[in-house]
């Protein structure tokens, strides 16, 4: 089946740094991609849409200048949490539609963040 | 407003043991609706995805049933195992170009030997 992969599996890092994290499909395309946070015993909720080749739709209350979000291709997209602080500590997954099947969505294995 | 809940929040059971999953919605336009299965740590992994017109589909031991005119679904889980414990999210989408998921918050499902 279909994979998407995400890139670091977990991150540590200092407050006030920036950290980016890759999702990736593996055989597949994808013109859209999704970016979800996840804290402790809740449910996924979406921060934002990411587009290929045009800006992302953020959620309201996400901070676009904060999350940045870059689809270069048909198979990468990237979050780049800037200037970490605690409170965006989270685990973070990105999910994908293919092309040939836009009903059906795959989920990365996530990331986590920590901040310290 | 466009909803999913789930019930119950939490579950304890014993191997061997069946139990079934509520989810109730309320998304317009409704799509399609989605079972996940999330272990702790990882990202969630699909195990039904039935659109309007299925009443029910099944993954092995796992059965989703459908009703759209009360807008509601389960999970059934038969002969359950170990691995079974994790959460299960119940996601439906609201179709449209943006294909939006909208999630529930989950169930949390302990299988005890």
């Known amino acids: 089946g279909a994979v998407v992969s995400q890139h670091p599996s977990w991150v540590i890092c200092k407050s006030g740094t920036s950290v980016k994290i890759e999702c990736r499909s593996l055989?597949?395309?994808?013109?859209?991609m999704f970016w979800y946070r996840q804290f402790p015993k809740q449910s996924l909720m979406l921060m934002a849409t990411?587009?290929?080749?045009?800006?992302?739709?953020?959620e309201q209350g996400v901070e676009k200048d904060k999350f940045l979000i870059n689809h270069a291709s048909l198979t990468l997209s990237t979050l780049t949490v800037t200037s970490a602080h605690p409170e965006d500590s989270s685990f973070y997954i990105c999910?994908?539609?293919?092309?040939?099947?836009?009903?059906?969505?795959?989920f990365g294995p996530g990331t986590r963040l920590t901040v310290l | 407003k466009n909803q999913v809940e789930q019930s119950p929040q939490s579950l304890i059971i014993l191997e061997g043991k069946n139990c079934t999953l509520q989810?109730?919605?309320?998304?317009?336009?409704?799509?399609?609706l989605r079972w996940y299965k999330q272990d702790t740590g990882r990202g969630p992994v699909s195990l039904t995805i039935m659109t309007f017109s299925e009443n029910t589909k099944s993954n092995g031991r796992y059965t989703a049933t459908l009703d759209a005119d009360t807008k509601q679904s389960s999970l059934h889980i038969t002969a359950s195992q170990l691995s079974d414990s994790a959460s299960y999210i119940c996601v439906v989408s609201a179709g449209g170009a943006t294909n939006k998921l909208i999630f529930g918050t989950g169930t949390l499902l302990a299988v005890q030997p």
């Open positions: 999910s994908a539609p293919p092309e040939i099947a836009y009903n059906e969505q795959f």
């Open positions: 055989d597949f395309q994808a013109t859209t």
């Open positions: 990411s587009n290929e080749g045009s800006k992302a739709t953020y």
């Open positions: 989810c109730n919605y309320t998304v317009s336009p409704f799509s399609n």
